[in-house]
């Protein structure tokens, strides 16, 4: 039986390039050698594509795959660059297309989405280097419509990347600069308590349009106030599937979580990231790639209801292909 020849984009230009390669790595363990022919398609800080550990430009690297698995986290691996490069060489690949992973990267873009959708989000402004204002006119701004602790990010960054909180109005300004310095543009919302929960959705999967995965109730590291890309790349988050959330709040979470792939137009399978307070769930972002790699939500959802890595990983490729 000839085998169907599936390349795994993997590394990136991206703060999340360490992510990024452990997700490859445990796509690549978990399709059978016997069915699959897997070629890892690494792509370096500098954007450079290698096949077989040797540079190679796209149509070399894409040139004998059947179908591709995206494993790229943020960068040109979400905002549409590498959707595009696939589409131009004619090979299937599973998840979003160019535009709605796009949109979910870019946090600005994607809540005017969920306003449309009336999808609860923390309340947020958005602010970038053409904006004429200081960033003391700015935290004026944010303090008028909303009181604090806020929480500041950059507007396409993954993974908790750049995220700063500011307690009170007074370190707000600073905070603000930080992040425009650094990423151009920041997003400033207030600071929600409550429990972090993320919440897969996978189309055509168990006889569900849109099927949703059980939330995951995510454990911050003791004092921590949010989750910062430290715990992802050091693995100190914990999972707990099945959650102890209630039968109406699991419900809510799944209705969420599938109104917000639908608002994006995301395709196949994505993972809302919420924080489930006194009130209910708010809707804080969308990743259009989930994460697979040990220590992420993703896994630990699939196996809670007798699935696994290699199951989603073929339905993905059934999916890619079919479109």
Do not use: C
Not at 8 to 36: F, H, Q, V, W
Not at 275 to 293: C, N, R
């Amino acid at each position: 039986m000839s085998r169907l020849s599936v390349g795994i984009l993997r590394g990136g230009t991206s703060s999340e390039y360490n992510l990024s390669l452990k997700t490859g790595a445990a796509m690549m363990a978990a399709l059978p050698d016997d069915k699959y022919q897997v070629h890892d398609i690494f792509i370096d800080k500098s954007g450079m594509w290698h096949l077989r550990g040797m540079p190679a430009d796209t149509s070399r690297a894409l040139s004998q795959i059947d179908v591709v698995l995206n494993a790229l986290h943020g960068g040109v691996g979400e905002d549409g660059t590498v959707h595009r490069v696939l589409e131009r060489a004619g090979v299937p690949y599973a998840g979003s297309r160019a535009l709605s992973s796009g949109s979910s990267l870019n946090k600005v873009r994607a809540r005017e989405h969920f306003r449309k959708a009336g999808i609860p989000m923390p309340r947020g402004i958005a602010f970038n280097l053409a904006n004429q204002m200081n960033t003391s006119e700015m935290a004026g701004v944010v303090f008028s419509q909303f009181s604090p602790p806020y929480v500041i990010k950059p507007v396409s960054e993954g993974a908790s990347h750049g995220i700063l909180f500011a307690p009170t109005i007074i370190e707000l300004p600073d905070r603000i600069g930080d992040v425009l310095d650094a990423y151009g543009a920041a997003l400033v919302e207030e600071y929600l308590l409550g429990e972090e929960v993320h919440a897969g959705v996978i189309e055509n999967f168990r006889g569900e349009d849109v099927y949703a995965l059980p939330p995951v109730h995510i454990h911050k590291p003791l004092g921590a106030r949010f989750i910062e890309s430290a715990h992802h790349e050091e693995g100190t988050l914990r999972h707990t599937v099945p959650s102890n959330f209630t039968h109406a709040e699991k419900q809510v979470i799944a209705d969420m979580a599938r109104a917000a792939h639908k608002a994006l137009n995301l395709a196949h399978f994505s993972q809302a990231n919420l924080i489930l307070t006194k009130h209910g769930p708010y809707l804080l972002e969308v990743d259009s790639t989930p994460a697979l790699y040990h220590g992420s939500a993703f896994p630990p959802a699939l196996e809670a209801v007798g699935s696994s890595v290699r199951e989603f990983l073929e339905h993905a490729i059934h999916l890619a292909r079919s479109q």
